[in-house]
């Protein structure tokens, strides 16, 4: 058995560096956002399958016989073409799907639809923190009378998009203190989040509530009808099972 593990979240690294050591044959699938993606060790391609014809492909050719999806939260167009296939073709699937995010008390946060709905709450002239990645960027274009600052992963590879921003670079992972102190230090008034969900990135909410700062949550994305687990744990024991 040859299993796919869609990758692209720290449950996927553990999941990889298990398959490795349990010698199960599989291969890790990056959409290759991040430029210099960590070796997840197991043999890796990176990049899109090119629509839902060569991803159908890809499962024929390389003798797939399950479908691990360990993807982002906010990938759920990546998903939905993975159930729909992989149903199609009579692959085993499975959603690696990490638990939201829940306010807690002391938290300050303004639940969105979507990125556009940022400008509805924030006020003009206040400084954005956009912990969302420069993939949809764009749809903050209407915060225009705000200063905005993205941080990403990769150096930029070309100027900020509007006249009122900038990128910050930075890998995480980062402690509470080290958001505290980032926040404090660039005069952040509004944070802005996609509710991924995990440990990993929970510092900067952390920090966002100890210092009184609002969120502006975004909301994930519905998700497809298909089995889905909570953990890494959970996960290998459907493979195992299969």
């Known amino acids: 058995m040859t299993l796919l593990l869609l990758s692209g979240t720290s449950e996927a690294k553990e999941i990889s560096k298990a398959l490795e050591g349990l010698q199960i044959p599989a291969i890790a699938s990056l959409s290759g956002a991040t430029r210099a993606p960590r070796p997840t060790g197991l043999p890796t391609r990176v990049g899109g399958f090119g629509g839902n014809e060569a991803f159908r492909t890809y499962l024929r050719r390389e003798g797939i016989k399950a479908v691990l999806d360990a993807t982002h939260p906010f990938a759920s167009h990546v998903s939905c073409r993975s159930v729909r296939i992989c149903a199609e073709e009579e692959v085993p699937y499975c959603q690696v799907l990490r638990p939201e995010w829940k306010p807690q008390p ?101 920090a966002a509530r100890q210092l009184g700062l609002p969120v502006a949550m975004i909301a994930r994305p519905v998700q497809p009808k298909a089995p889905k687990v909570t953990t890494a744990a959970a996960a290998l024991d459907w493979v195992a099972a299969l």
């Open 106 to 206: 002391g938290d300050d946060w303004t639940v969105l639809k979507c990125e556009e709905d940022a400008a509805r709450y924030i006020r003009p002239g206040a400084t954005v923190f956009l912990a969302t990645g420069r993939q949809t960027l764009p749809r903050f274009a209407n915060l225009v009378q705000c200063r905005l600052i993205c941080r990403q992963i990769d150096p930029p590879e070309g100027a900020f998009p509007f006249p009122n921003g900038e990128f910050l670079v930075g890998r995480p992972p980062f402690s509470v203190q080290e958001e505290m102190d980032l926040f404090q230090r660039l005069g952040v008034d509004w944070l802005v989040v996609k509710n991924a969900g995990g440990t990993a990135a929970r510092s900067k909410l952390d």
